[in-house]
């Protein structure tokens, strides 16, 4: 199965972690091999990064041009992308543009990053090959894919875009966030809610279908 519709899935920054903050370096997790709210699964080893990193900008929201008021120009650029197959993560480093390229907005979010106020990158990726995802298989992370009606392995896919942005859809991703800020009582709470929210949304689909 081929199709080649830009689509975008949202991450929280796991384990997202300052390298520099004279010069606003991050690295951030742009993909996880997990099974996410869009029901899907990325695999890592598939996932090509040479045409992104051509033009290694990455941008708020998605948005590239003026909208609202925003003028559309690039928070920063990616300095590396790294895929680590055996983990199931592709890792980007981003430089932050701010006070030396008079971008106030780059810099605030940049400051919003460090502070752990703002945690999302984005991954927008073409779909090359796919195919039905099969319920049972075992993810790197442990994780092991559902039924959900619709839902794809994506074999191989393009990366195409990089972005900072607010709401995630990584549910993987949430979870190791949260056992990384949350106590452990507290974040295993968290993640029960989650996986029932899963499974009720599940169960929706199939009475519909």
Do not use: C
């Not at 839902?151 to 990384?180: F, P, Q």
């Amino acid at each position: 199965m081929s199709e080649r519709a830009l689509l975008r899935r949202q991450l929280p920054g796991i384990d997202a972690r300052i390298v520099s903050d004279t010069d606003r370096v991050v690295d951030f997790v742009i993909q996880t091999e997990n099974q996410a709210r869009d029901s899907h699964v990325i695999r890592t080893a598939g996932l090509r990064t040479l045409d992104f990193q051509k033009n290694p900008v990455i941008s708020w929201s998605h948005i590239y041009r003026p909208t609202n008021g925003y003028p559309g120009l690039p928070l920063g650029r990616a300095l590396a992308v790294r895929k680590f197959v055996d983990e199931g993560v592709t890792r980007m480093r981003v430089q932050f543009a701010g006070e030396a390229q008079k971008w106030d907005f780059a810099e605030r979010v940049y400051l919003l990053v460090r502070d752990h106020f703002l945690n999302m990158s984005s991954l927008g990726w073409e779909t090359i090959l796919s195919a039905p995802l099969k319920p049972g298989m075992r993810l790197p992370s442990g994780e092991v894919t559902r039924a959900i009606p619709g839902a794809l392995d994506m074999v191989e896919t393009n990366m195409l875009e990089g972005a900072i942005v607010l709401i995630g859809s990584d549910k993987g991703a949430l979870v190791e966030r949260a056992r990384s800020v949350m106590a452990p009582e507290i974040a295993e709470q968290f993640v029960a809610e989650i996986e029932r929210g899963e499974t009720e949304f599940a169960n929706q689909l199939r009475m519909a279908d």
